[in-house]
């Protein structure tokens, strides 16, 4: 380490101090941008610290993977970080710790992607940021870090199938999704890892890393001017889709419950019920967010933890969600139980949510909810690293600029009507996947 650079860290680690004490503003100065080549740029500019946070994200998540294909989107994107634009993997990692960056990757159903955390000066930052355009742009694929990839993969997926909680996850995506997309397993499967090869990847990567699909997010220590240029060097080289994606097919509606008990020598039984919920953009998401939070997810708050934990002791938590992605991600409430509670826990999650989606909330805990979202929303904005991840969903689902202008506004206008309406129409308690991974069982139903 040099010393200028020693210098430099010693400076930022100064300055977090003094970040984490300033108050956020919602209001913040996105500036969005399209280059010529399709591009689409968000940038906020923040000079508090001198770091620079940027990301490239592309559709290129496991609900894109061909029939047959499952794990090539992980792999693709794994795979570009090892070897590109004439550097080995090692040369790349070297660079990345002789100057201080920070790369990894953001994966899921929708999107594929890096981020990158740099220093703003131009030594350190030119480094990092030709990193990333080399590795986004010039991948090299080599064919024997596939294999030890591959070797790799294939070992974690073995290790995770003898795992409670990755059984429970696996079964009930596939019994909320079947064969849509959404109900793959990220890594993909043991199968069809090990046939992927080179070509799979190189026509995963020639497919989906176009440069109009490419959604830049950018935020810190640099200027409008210099922000555009490091778009323009992270996307110029890659060529324009031909077409546009496909749209991902819709989420079939469950036409009946389903229940189902995997068998498992763990300690506790792991529950999850639910089923698809909302897209990100969708109509009820304020309604929903702010009426799941009053249901399992405000912890101590939440309806789910008063009645499995305070009054019965039966877990140590429980909690409810929804995952949003561009079609409708999973509506999951989940815990762990011992394994003599699992058939009282389980009606007492399943009463919870019935009365809940029956009566709705009360005005008390309604006025409650929004005290505590619009109280904690600062804290989802305190940092440059918070800011960018919202940058990067505003970008890849075309939410509105101000969509954090508004939020405590949207937020604070749900009203009672609006939390009752949209679960009872959303939540069909007829309907609901049953997913029980632990001993023996005991029958799931009431």
Do not use: C
């Not at 919602?26 to 001198?50: D, M, Y």
């Not at 999850?272 to 967010?289: E, I, K, T």
């Not at 009752?420 to 309907?431: G, K, P, T, V």
Request: hydrophobic share 40%; aromatic share 8%.
């Amino acid at each position: 380490m040099t010393a200028s650079w020693m210098h430099r860290a010693i400076r930022v680690v100064a300055l977090v101090g003094a970040l984490s004490a300033t108050v956020a503003h919602a209001t913040l100065p996105i500036e969005e941008w399209h280059l010529p080549n399709g591009a689409r740029v968000l940038f906020v500019e923040n000079r508090a610290l001198p770091m620079v946070d940027v990301s490239v994200d592309f559709p290129a998540g496991y609900g894109r993977e061909p029939a047959g294909r499952s794990g090539v989107a992980s792999m693709t994107l794994s795979m570009l970080r090892l070897g590109a634009g004439g550097l080995a993997e090692s040369d790349i990692a070297a660079r990345l710790a002789d100057t201080g960056g920070q790369m990894s990757t953001r994966f899921d159903a929708d999107r594929g992607g890096y981020q990158l955390r740099t220093l703003s000066s131009l030594p350190e930052r030119d480094v990092t940021v030709d990193l990333l355009a080399r590795v986004i742009e010039r991948p090299a694929f080599p064919a024997d870090v596939l294999d030890r990839e591959k070797s790799r993969l294939l070992a974690g997926i073995r290790e995770a199938d003898t795992k409670p909680e990755s059984i429970a996850e696996r079964a009930f995506a596939k019994a909320l999704y079947g064969n849509h997309p959404y109900g793959r397993r990220s890594s993909g499967e043991l199968d069809t890892v090990a046939t992927l090869g080179v070509d799979d990847l190189r026509r995963f990567y020639a497919t989906h890393y176009r440069s109009d699909y490419a959604v830049v997010a950018i935020i810190g220590d640099l200027s409008r001017a210099e922000a555009d240029a490091m778009a323009h060097q992270l996307t110029d080289d890659l060529p324009r889709a031909e077409a546009p994606l496909p749209p991902l097919p819709p989420v079939p509606p469950l036409a009946v419950a389903q229940e189902r008990h995997v068998a498992h020598p763990a300690s506790q039984s792991h529950i999850l019920v639910g089923q698809p919920g909302m897209q990100r953009r969708d109509p009820d998401y304020f309604a929903l967010f702010v009426g799941n939070y009053m249901l399992g997810g405000g912890g101590f708050s939440s309806r789910l933890v008063d009645e499995v934990r305070q009054k019965r002791g039966l877990a140590y938590s429980s909690y409810s969600y929804f995952v949003t992605y561009e079609r409708q991600g999973p509506f999951q409430m989940s815990l762990q139980t011992k394994k003599n509670q699992a058939g009282e826990a389980l009606a007492v999650v399943r009463e919870t949510l019935r009365r809940y989606v029956e009566e709705g909330p009360s005005q008390q805990e309604l006025d409650a909810a929004k005290q505590n979202l619009i109280g904690g929303f600062p804290l989802r904005i305190d940092s440059n690293r918070k800011i960018h991840d919202y940058l990067g969903i505003i970008g890849f689902y075309d939410l509105p600029l101000d969509y954090l202008d508004r939020f405590v506004d949207n937020v604070q206008a749900v009203t009672l009507e609006q939390v009752r309406e949209a679960f009872h129409r959303r939540i069909q308690l007829d309907r609901m996947v049953t997913v029980v991974v632990g001993p023996e069982p005991e029958p799931l139903t009431q």
